[in-house]
């Protein structure tokens, strides 16, 4: 048992968690973790999510995803972020597509995530440094990555 905690507090946990007002920033090789349902949770990680404002989150999703096939039929999803920085996060709202194809990248759709709320995951035990990393192997994929983020950073700079 942790110094200082009661039995009676491990019994007990709470539900509720911190929230957030807005959305911090995060780095931009952030990687997430999209969770839609049908019902049940399904999470998949997803590439370099863009913050588009206070409580609007952009990405590319594969056409053929299943994700993006549940989240058409139940909107209402959630993005787990632990970025660089001391980002830890679960933004829930709402998902829509915002167009069906990408410029230059006809196989990806952009969605947008309007959050209702931001659940803040930091500790005061410890901090996250980095988020999840991966190493890019393939230079071809990067730069259509790269291509898909600086549009919808675009999309984003002109909503607000």
């Not at 090789?29 to 913050?51: F, K, M, Q």
Request: hydrophobic share 45%; proline share 7%; glycine share 6%.
């Amino acid at each position: 048992m942790a110094a200082g905690v009661s039995p009676a507090q491990h019994q007990d946990p709470s539900t509720d968690h911190p929230e957030l007002a807005v959305l911090p920033q995060w780095p931009t090789e952030t990687i997430a973790v999209l969770v839609t349902t049908d019902p049940a949770p399904h999470a998949i990680p997803v590439s370099w999510p863009v913050r588009a404002g206070d409580r609007t989150i952009l990405l590319s999703l594969k056409f053929d995803r299943g994700s993006l096939a549940r989240l058409r039929e139940r909107p209402d999803v959630a993005l787990l972020i632990l970025g660089g920085g001391n980002v830890a996060l679960c933004a829930r709202g709402t998902a829509k597509v915002i167009a069906e194809e990408m410029p230059e990248a006809s196989d990806y759709v952009a969605v947008r995530i309007d959050v209702a709320v931001i659940d803040d995951h930091r500790q005061s035990a410890f901090a996250v440094d980095t988020g999840i990393q991966r190493t890019v192997l393939d230079d071809t994929e990067l730069h259509a990555l790269e291509g898909r983020v600086a549009t919808l950073k675009s999309w984003a700079d002109s909503q607000n």
